[in-house]
């Protein structure tokens, strides 16, 4: 490359990070609003601000930090074989970050003081200087696709390398993504590696600007869920309880966000009017969202219980609000059918996978851009269905409640394909080796 065009190129990326950063200034008021708004219904929000400007107790490492950013429960999941990996090596400190208040809840109750745990800073320059100050990680692992130009600018300043694993780019993402080209591409070519799901992600990734050679297509981690013999006795548990023993069939509708539960309660309702014996566990995906949840069920004149009261449903209960964190995947083990959310409304849909790894016919709305690829999989083998409204959803649900053999195939169909598409953790974990072994800086 000439000097020239170096020169160019340099102050074509000072400029844009100089807009972005300014952009960024200006919304920074409406972000602390926002969190104190959320307070208002999760306190937790009101809480650590300080980390999120990079200011906390500088911890005391041992070894060299590993750093790896999960910017909420799910990310947070994906990403525990891979802490465990880490810490198991026994050479490397481990610090996870998050974003939000629920993410930040699991990561102690997993780990406790096994990893250092503290918010991401926001993508400010200064903020993010104070942080990697405080932390001075070897190297910077995010999970799927959380790119922030001005953290992954400092990293690349202070020759960290920046690793993404578990990528994924939609369609709809990557149109996003070249309106905003001019931050975008500096940004890009300052990631040193990214592991990508599929390869429709990896000529998404490529057409924005990274190279060929800085990409490897390991699949999705979350294929390699494992169910041990303790976590099928747990859901086995829950089924016996919830169904009275086999007398009621169980529906699940899960990570539902605002919009969703009217079109869920609205098919239940048809539902109801055929299998009246059906329990709905419907399962909202925003903590601040359970009590609005639970006055929408009363006023449609649905009787329900509260998981965080402990209660199990009683004969004459239809509905089980599970308004707690930790407990969705066994509510998947437990169910006949699984509705997942994210997917009536325009967000993308959310992890297929964890229901059908259960054996779990799936049922989803048509918004499933987040998950393309699985819920590809996943209805060429029969073991999905979408759904565009809540009168095609209870008609697509019903036939299954009456015909146990159906269902078992549908679901035995999910399954095979979460069983024939492991492998991205091992894969992923020696990607991680390698930079860790060879590419990290003393």
């Not at 202070?158 to 993504?177: C, F, I, M, Q």
């Not at 590696?193 to 990409?215: E, K, Y």
């Amino acid at each position: 490359m000439s000097m020239d065009r170096q020169t160019t190129e340099s102050l074509e990326f000072s400029f844009a990070h100089f807009i972005y950063s300014i952009f960024l200034l200006i919304a920074l008021p409406i972000a602390l609003l926002r969190l104190r708004f959320r307070g208002i219904k999760l306190p937790a929000y009101r809480k650590r601000w300080r980390e999120r400007f990079g200011l906390f107790k500088t911890p005391q490492f041992s070894k060299p930090v590993v750093w790896m950013h999960t910017v909420s429960v799910g990310e947070f999941i994906t990403a525990k074989p891979i802490i465990n990996h880490i810490l198991d090596r026994g050479d490397y400190d481990v610090v996870v970050t998050t974003t939000t208040p629920t993410a930040s809840e699991q990561v102690t109750k997993t780990y406790g003081n096994k990893i250092f745990h503290v918010y991401s800073p926001y993508d400010l320059t200064l903020f993010v200087h104070f942080f990697l100050k405080r932390i001075q990680p070897k190297i910077y692992i995010i999970l799927e696709t959380e790119l922030w130009p001005n953290t992954i600018a400092c990293c690349h300043k202070n020759r960290v390398p920046v690793l993404v694993v578990n990528g994924r780019l939609s369609e709809k993402s990557a149109d996003g993504y070249r309106r905003i080209s001019w931050i975008f591409l500096p940004m890009i070519r300052q990631v040193s590696h990214v592991a990508v799901q599929g390869q429709a992600d990896a000529a998404r990734f490529q057409a924005l600007g990274l190279d060929a050679s800085r990409t490897t297509i390991t699949g999705s981690i979350k294929f390699d869920v494992k169910i041990t013999g303790e976590m099928a006795a747990r859901a086995k548990k829950l089924k016996q309880k919830f169904s009275m023993n086999g007398k009621r069939k169980i529906l699940v509708a899960a990570s539902t966000h605002k919009g969703e539960d009217k079109v869920i309660l609205d098919a239940f309702v048809s539902i109801r009017e055929r299998h009246p014996d059906t329990l709905l566990l419907l399962a909202p995906r925003h903590p601040d969202r359970f009590n609005d949840v639970f006055q929408l069920c009363r006023s449609r004149n649905f009787q329900l219980a509260r998981r965080s009261n402990d209660a199990s449903p009683e004969a004459d209960d239809d509905i089980l609000l599970c308004d707690t964190m930790g407990e969705l995947f066994f509510m998947y083990g437990s169910a006949d059918i699984a509705i997942v959310g994210g997917s009536f409304v325009n967000n993308g849909g959310h992890n297929y996978i964890e229901a059908a790894a259960w054996g779990v016919p799936v049922f989803s709305g048509p918004s499933t851009f987040n998950f393309a690829r699985v819920s590809q999989l996943l209805i060429e083998a029969g073991g999905m269905a979408i759904a565009h409204d809540h009168k095609e959803l209870a008609a697509a649900i019903c036939p299954l409640l009456s015909d146990e053999n159906t269902r078992q195939a549908r679901g035995d169909a999910a399954l095979k394909v979460t069983l024939g598409n492991r492998g991205a953790t091992s894969k992923t974990t020696q990607l991680i080796d390698h930079w860790l072994d060879h590419h990290t800086q003393t």
